[in-house]
């Protein structure tokens, strides 16, 4: 599902740099990124989803080169190939939670919404208690709220690639098991690959492999390969 090599990527002005020479995650295998603030992981699933692109190296997703596509392509294949749960959220304040749990569909007019497709999102939205806010604006919500309906969006397409950036860090106990536990059967029961950065070890445990960022936090920030 990804493979990197040779990667090389700087901030501009900035003593950050991350260096990884080859790194592999397989289709419907679920990994952790985990380690300190600051040791490259959120940039790390920035450069995998293409939001940001490195100065030199191959990232490839789902037979893509990440970097050789184009704004629009990169995009495209964004909406289509991944499900990214932004630590910011990212919702878009002038539309409503259901809006925004669907706007995959509003922004690709490849994909069609369908009437099957606000029947999933009615079931995401009940399975993270918040069938009742579907009206409701982002500026109406708690953070927590704001954090499952980023989720549910992520999950709406049944995209092959889940990238997500602290999913439950605004969540109280309870609804972070509702929430890892429907993750984890939407991989399980269609072979998506899973990616998550978090500081939860009970996140973490969950996942077949965790890549612990703070084993190699000083070749990070001199530049020195690691894999």
């Given amino acids: ?3 990197i090599q040779n990667l090389d990527f700087r901030y501009p002005r900035a003593a950050f740099q991350l260096v990884i020479n080859d790194l592999k995650i397989e289709t419907g295998e679920k990994v952790a990124f985990v380690g300190p603030s600051g040791s490259g992981k959120t940039t790390l699933l920035n450069l995998i989803s293409g939001i940001t692109l490195a100065r030199s190296g191959t990232i490839e997703v789902a037979g893509n080169h990440v970097g050789s596509l184009s704004d629009k392509q990169r995009r495209d294949f964004r909406v289509a190939k991944i499900g990214f749960v932004f630590q910011r959220f990212e919702l ?3 539309l409503n939670v259901s809006d925004n749990i669907l706007f995959p569909f509003l922004i690709n007019p490849s994909v069609d919404c369908t009437p099957e497709v606000r029947h999933r999102m009615m079931g995401l939205a009940d399975t993270v208690g918040i069938a009742s806010l579907l009206k409701r604006y982002p500026r109406q919500l708690s953070q927590g709220e ?3 309906v980023a989720i549910c969006r ?3 397409l049944s995209p092959p690639l889940i990238l997500a950036d602290e999913p439950t860090g605004n969540l109280d106990p309870a609804n972070k098991e509702i929430i890892l ?4 059967s939407e991989f399980e029961a269609r072979t998506r690959t899973f990616v998550v950065v978090t ?3 009970s996140v973490a445990q969950k996942c077949d492999r965790m890549i612990d ?3 190699f936090h000083h070749q990070l920030k001199t530049g020195e390969a690691v894999s």
């Fill in 154 to 156: 992520a999950l709406i």
């Fill in 199 to 201: 500081h939860d070890q």
């Fill in 181 to 184: 536990d429907l993750m984890l």
């Fill in 213 to 215: 960022f703070s084993s």
């Fill in 1 to 3: 599902m990804i493979h």
């Fill in 146 to 148: 704001q954090q499952r």
């Fill in 92 to 94: 878009i304040e002038y």
